[in-house]
Nanobody
Framework: QVQLVESGGGLVQSGGSLRLSCAAS????????MGWFRQAPGKEREFAAA????????YYAESVKGRFTISRDNAKNTVYLQMNSLKPEDTAVYYC???????????????????WGQGTQVTVSS
């Protein structure tokens, strides 16, 4: 089992940057695939990015590709989401998630992740 705590959200102007962090408990962090999802008011939770256990493979939603970068530091039990060129439509609660078993076909699906953080609010003003 793993517990996840996000941080780094806040209010930023359009075009600005933020870096989200997700700290995981436990000594087996490197065994988990990690993902970032987001949920805007009145909308369903959607996939943003995911990363393999070693960090060597990353996946991005088309809406964030080229602007967001997911990375992880297994020594620090932390996964990051660097968000650049932020737009008002990026406004959402951002969640990190983890699971032991994922494939390239399932990393985009929120229902395939067993562990979730509490979320951190990101607001981008125009």
């Amino acid at each position: 089992q793993v517990q996840l705590v996000e941080s780094g959200g806040g209010l930023v102007q359009s075009g600005g940057s933020l870096r989200l962090s997700c700290a995981a408990s436990g000594r087996t962090f490197s065994s988990y695939y990690m993902g970032w999802f987001r949920q805007a008011p009145g909308k369903e939770r959607e996939f943003a990015a995911a990363i393999s256990r070693s960090g060597g493979i990353t996946y991005y939603a088309e809406s964030v590709k080229g602007r967001f970068t997911i990375s992880r530091d297994n020594a620090k039990n932390t996964v990051y989401l660097q968000m650049n060129s932020l737009k008002p439509e990026d406004t959402a609660v951002y969640y990190c998630a983890a699971n032991l078993v994922l494939t390239s076909a399932t990393m985009f699906k929120s229902e395939k992740y067993d562990y979730w953080g509490q979320g951190t609010q990101v607001t981008v003003s125009s």
